[in-house]
């Protein structure tokens, strides 16, 4: 199924941005349901998560759900008198993974679509810059050592452009 596993290391979440996306997301809904004064705030957790998998997502058009196990969830607002309490054997199966494939193809057709359309709208706001010789630009820093990251500027300057690739 073409699943590629990556990490990140635990002080630094922010290179996962799926995973800050739901991490949001999960505390918009923890807010809903708690104070700041609740502590027992982890029974919510997995009906929150089934709430999360079964909503709708306008980036792959679908559900998580739907893209993991191919089909609606069974919900009391969606009952399902069809279901197969027997196992049909391995042309089940197949039609199955090819229900899989097809559903995860159009999901990442969508997020593609939704991607272009965010890069159009950010990209037509955009200045292209011509850098010449000799101008003098503020640049981004990158080296904190003996700073204080939080507290030291984001950008340096102004520097004086000495070549121009």
Known sequence: MEIKHTTTT??????NAQAEVFN??????LASFVDESTLDWEQYLPALQ????????????????ELLYGMKPRTPSNPRQDVQRKFYGESFAS????ILQKARQI???NMDKKQKAYKDQHDKNAKKHKFSMGQKVWYLETNFLGKNKKLAPKYCGPATIIDVK
């Open 10 to 15: 635990p002080g630094h979440p922010q290179c």
């Open 95 to 98: 039609e199955r993974l090819q």
């Open 107 to 109: 999901a990442k057709e």
């Open 24 to 29: 949001k997301t999960m505390a918009k809904y």
């Open 50 to 65: 089934f709430s999360y998998n079964t909503s709708y997502h306008s980036t792959i058009s679908t559900t998580p759900f």
